[in-house]
């Protein structure tokens, strides 16, 4: 069956911005389909539309019910079997359990009240009731930002064994794993094409080299235009001049001097106006061919050289809350020059350990030992405390306006979203706020809890460059397998038992 759209178009109320004009496109719903594009580009606005969530202009035909992925859970304090037959009232237990097998969740979970699962299990207990539900059509949307690595590669293996479904990710590894085509809303058009991430990148790479070049053609064609087009405006200035200081009672007009130069002048500049009108045509069409590419803007940092060697190192640490120990024999070093990635299972208390480091909140004990005068720059996991104006979040993060926002334009942010309230903005553009302010900050060591929630691959790819170029001392919890392979140096990884450093036994 064939989902089709024809010429939607869309803008919220309050922005001049469409976020979509005309778009047509057409594709098949059994298809493994990923969609990829910028912050800001319309994903989750796509989905809510699909799903006759806001009003457009254009048509939408969509053969099966279309189902939203997370959905709410109404009242989390019943038992997860109660939440999972609301979510599939048609579904048999033993199609619930089928499922939830292939998760690798345990069946008594059934029992437990929601509230008490992980945000792991919460994640794949909801996909379980997802995929037994018939004749749906599922809009998934960011799946990843609750599970662990493991919990990805498992998730990504699921999907993969599924027929039909619509799938936001920005996790590379992810959409590499588990799908087999791409909806891509580029910068000036859409595509649908077969393949991966990797597929996409390598097409949008060859394309931006095509436009690159191409655009460097017509923008060479104008700078000549816009010459001769001077060069015209001068020649009939030139002409026009000829006229000043000219006393007609001093012409011989048997000899009709002042005729034939009123004439030639005449003749001059309807000639000169003809040329220039064509000039500016010309100069027009070619800027109509200049396309947008989807580059990459560079972006910097200050890296503060520091005299220890040692900045940060945590020795049998323990974290605890709501009375039970999550991690113990927490060890670990940090050294000037290292990005050390903590990583372990969802649960293990990588966001506390981070959180107490910087002394906002967490509940880790035992010996932390961070170097004196130690400056650090810390972007937090959630953005959902993001509110008021963005003159207001400049004010109370003390940093450079200029600066910032320098930094979020060339993170790709639109001059019309310093004008909105931060509530308003989309997740992925509140994380990159927290980044930008981040970069900000002169610092000794950057402190990133989870940075690539909701970020677009793109701006994924600009923060990989960013650190191999600048080389920050770093400590980050990241479940993107690609960007933790080329940017860390090591990790520490984190087990519900104990922490393992190899660092400390070098």
């Known amino acids: 069956m064939q989902l089709s759209i024809r010429n939607l178009s869309f803008t919220y109320d309050g922005s001049y911005t469409p976020v979509f004009e005309r778009l047509s496109v057409n594709f098949d719903t059994s298809w493994r389909l990923g969609l990829i594009g910028r912050n800001g580009k319309g994903k989750t606005t796509l989905l809510r539309l699909l799903q006759g969530q806001l009003p457009y202009q254009g048509q939408i035909d969509l053969p099966l019910a279309p ?35 292939q998760l690798e969740v345990d069946e008594s979970v059934l029992d437990r009240p929601f509230s008490t699962l992980s945000k792991g299990e919460m994640t794949k207990a909801l996909l379980s009731a997802l995929f037994a539900r018939e004749d749906v059509y599922p809009l998934i949307d960011e799946p990843t930002n609750h599970l662990d690595a493991h919990g990805r590669a498992l998730v990504a293996d699921y999907l993969r064994r599924k027929d039909g479904f619509l799938l936001v990710s920005h996790d590379r590894a992810f959409l590499n794993r588990c799908i087999d085509h791409v909806l891509s809303l580029n910068r000036s058009d859409t595509w649908v094409m077969q393949g991966n991430y990797d597929t996409w990148e390598a097409r949008l790479n060859q394309q931006n080299e095509y436009e690159q070049n191409r655009n460097e053609v017509l923008r060479r064609d104008i700078r000549h235009l816009e010459a001769a087009a001077q060069r015209t405006a001068a020649w009939a200035a030139k002409g026009e001049a000829t006229k000043i200081g000219f006393n007609p009672i001093e012409v011989d007009n048997k000899k009709g001097r002042r005729s034939l130069i009123g004439a030639k002048t005449k003749k001059q500049m309807s000639r000169s106006s003809a ?13 109509s061919l200049l396309h947008n590419v989807e580059k990459v803007g560079d972006l910097k940092l200050t890296v503060l050289h520091h005299p220890k060697s040692v900045l940060i190192q945590v020795v049998n640490g ?8 999550v991690c113990e024999g927490v060890n670990f070093t940090l050294r000037q020059g290292e990005r050390v990635a903590l990583t372990g299972p969802n649960g293990c208390g990588k966001s506390s350990i981070l959180k107490a480091l910087v002394g906002a909140g967490g509940a880790l004990t035992g010996e932390a030992s961070i170097a004196p005068n130690l400056i650090v720059s810390y972007v937090p996991q959630q953005t959902d405390d ?6 207001g979040f400049i004010r109370r993060s003390g940093v450079d306006e200029t600066l910032f926002k320098a930094i979020l334009r060339n993170m790709d942010f639109t001059r019309d979203l ?21 970069l900000c900050i002169p610092a000794h060591v950057y402190i990133w809890d989870e940075p690539l929630n909701y970020i677009d691959v793109l701006s994924r790819v600009q923060l990989e460059a960013l650190l191999l170029t600048y080389a920050p001392t770093m400590l980050l919890v990241e479940h993107d397998a690609v960007f933790l392979e080329r940017v860390c140096t090591r990790e520490a990884v984190v087990l519900k038992g104990d922490t393992h450093d190899p660092a400390l036994h070098r």
């Open 386 to 391: 993001l509110a008021g104006t963005m003159d």
């Open 318 to 325: 323990r974290v605890e809350y709501d009375g039970r120990t």
């Open 418 to 438: 310093f004008e909105r309230p931060l509530e308003r903005m989309s997740q992925g553009q509140k994380k990159k706020l927290l980044l930008a302010r981040s």
């Open 67 to 101: 189902v939203y992925f997370p959905y709410p859970v109404d009242d989390p304090s019943r038992t997860t079997r109660e939440v999972l037959h609301a979510a599939a009232p048609d579904a048999e237990e033993w199609q619930l359990l089928c499922e939830l097998n």
């Open 275 to 287: 040329i220039q009108q064509r000039q500016e045509r010309a100069i027009e069409e070619k800027r």
